[in-house]
């Protein structure tokens, strides 16, 4: 299963934490979704993308239990949770971040990190790194800015503090929507890392939607192809570059080098 996989030990066909059958999302009579088969294995650290209006965004809520399918199923580790409320997909262990930090302006970056702790994190098991809310600060490198309120560090700060309040809830799979959004290149390229740092560390599997293709590509084992709702294409970086579908619907002229 790609690198992480031979790093860690995850066996190829690992168990499949999440699966969408078939899912689809209307909204009156635009189909937003469009019966979207897939799997996400642990482990795995899976790229979504695809042009504006491709549907992204709503797939994640699906996945999330923010909507509900329209048709379809949602199972996780082997419960069907379609139709459920966000908690119960919290129970089992699926966060998310969303397109714009959601942070309580007012209150101290420690105390957005424990209100995911009081949420659904104290009652679960997870890592030793996240056993409090400091563990979680040190992790995502937002430690010094404790004491400071959500509405005083940047926007990229709140973006990892919107991270570190969906790791405490001590997920096993996060969702990842557009979180190097308005971030610079160098900052696009340390979120891609600390990424990659949480999915090793904690065991997790990332799901990551991003509109940043090309730091994208160069850091995840598999990609998701979305296209006017419906799934294009769905597998490697390098395979991906050279689908031909992909390339007239949306990555054009601009041609990515595969990733190493």
């Not at 499949?16 to 979704?33: K, Q």
């Amino acid at each position: 299963m790609a690198e992480y996989a031979r790093a860690v030990g995850v066996p190829h066909g690992a168990d499949v934490l999440l699966e969408s059958r078939a899912v689809t999302v209307r909204f009156g009579g635009l189909i937003a979704v469009d019966a979207i088969d897939a799997q996400f294995r642990v482990g795995e650290l899976v790229g979504i993308i695809g042009p504006n209006g491709a549907g992204k965004t709503t797939f994640f809520n699906a996945l999330s239990g923010v909507i509900a399918p329209t048709s379809g199923e949602l199972v996780v580790d082997g419960r069907n949770l379609t139709g459920a409320r966000p908690h119960r997909y919290a129970q089992h262990g699926i966060a998310r971040t969303f397109q714009t930090p959601r942070v309580f302006a007012e209150l101290s970056v420690m105390a957005n990190v424990d209100f995911g702790l009081q949420f659904a994190g104290r009652g679960r098991g997870g890592p030793p790194t996240l056993k409090d809310a400091s563990s979680i600060l040190q992790l995502i490198g937002l430690a010094g800015h404790a004491a400071l309120p959500a509405a005083a560090i940047t926007p990229s700060q709140q973006r990892l503090l919107e991270i570190g309040m969906a790791l405490a809830t001590r997920p096993r799979l996060l969702l990842l929507d557009e979180v190097a959004a308005g971030l610079t290149e160098n900052e696009v390229e340390n979120t891609a890392q600390l990424i990659r740092r949480l999915r090793g560390e904690l065991g997790l599997t990332v799901i990551w939607i991003e509109h940043a293709v090309t730091t994208l590509m160069r850091h995840v084992e598999r990609v998701l192809v979305l296209h006017q709702g419906r799934k294009l294409a769905d597998g490697t970086p390098g395979d991906v570059v050279r689908n031909a579908e992909v390339v007239e619907a949306y990555l054009g002229d601009e041609m990515l080098e595969p990733a190493e």
